[in-house]
């Protein structure tokens, strides 16, 4: 455990699982005090994600680390409940530096294989509502606090490119938060805030190791299913990319831009929880050039 980011608070909206839950770990492992915020509780019962996830469950790990953190049950939808997060962090530590969109919620109103019209129009409006504008209410209650002291916000996104994403619903939430990332860079430059849309590259998050039928210890053997699981990384790696990030005092540079798990491990050094060094887009083109 390091004391790079002592002193400093983050905020990790979305922090139940995935990418969420290793970002809100390694920030809480570089020394900040880590606010760990999702839906699904052991008192409220779980999201509409299904998931045995809980955002209790992420605070207890991280404070098994060593780490700081505080686990709070909000719904990023509702700009009251935001509203009433933002006041009680500013009441509990008078600080805010990082905040981390991690919010999705998602994946069951996502159609796969369906042409947009042929798409629920409720679950695809939905999937926009639960990943683009919970992102929006989050940085707007939260963006005051984040200027008394200039911060970072990084809004956690789903590939760094242009191409199309197969699902008309997904590619917009996954392209506007990579524009939300843009637009907050410049709103919030003269406020010495930046702002940075951060890909990781195929995550082994809890449900993807459910639906190959595997666990992290045996991962590998869902390579047979899919050989581009041989270049997967766990959510501690692009979570010690943010941390990195959040400590670098010139992180300012990279702001509006949307940078993958694999860039922040070439500027930072980054390794994974085994020592790796996925990089995504150079595996995946050494195998598949485009």
Known sequence: MSDNLGSKVALVAGATRGAGRGIAMELALAGATVVATGRSSRIGGASPMRRSETIEETAELIQAAGGECV??????????????????????F??????????WGGDPLTE???????????????????????????????????IENGGLIVEITDGVHDRYRENLFYDLAKHSVNRLALAQACELKANGVAAVAVSPGFLRSEA????????????????????????????????????????????????????????????????????SRPHWRKDVEAVEPE
């Open 71 to 92: 686990a709070r049950v909000v719904d990023h939808s509702d700009s009251g409940q935001v509203a009433g997060l933002v006041d009680w962090i500013r009441d509990e």
């Open 94 to 103: 008078g600080r805010l530096d990082v905040l981390v969109n991690d919010i």
């Open 112 to 146: 796969w294989g369906k042409l947009f019209w042929e798409h629920s129009l409720e679950n695809g409006l939905a999937l926009l509502r639960t990943a683009v504008d919970t992102h929006l209410i989050t940085s707007w209650h939260a963006a005051p606090l984040l």
């Open 208 to 275: 993807v190791l459910d639906h190959f039928g595997v666990s992290e210890s045996n991962w590998r053997d869902a390579i047979e299913q899919d050989s581009h699981f041989a270049y997967s990384e766990t959510p501690r790696f692009v979570g010690r990319g943010v941390a990195a990030l959040a400590a670098d005092p010139n992180a300012a540079r990279f702001s509006g831009q949307a940078l993958g798990s694999w860039d922040l491990s070439d500027e930072y050094g980054c390794t994974d929880v085994d020592s």
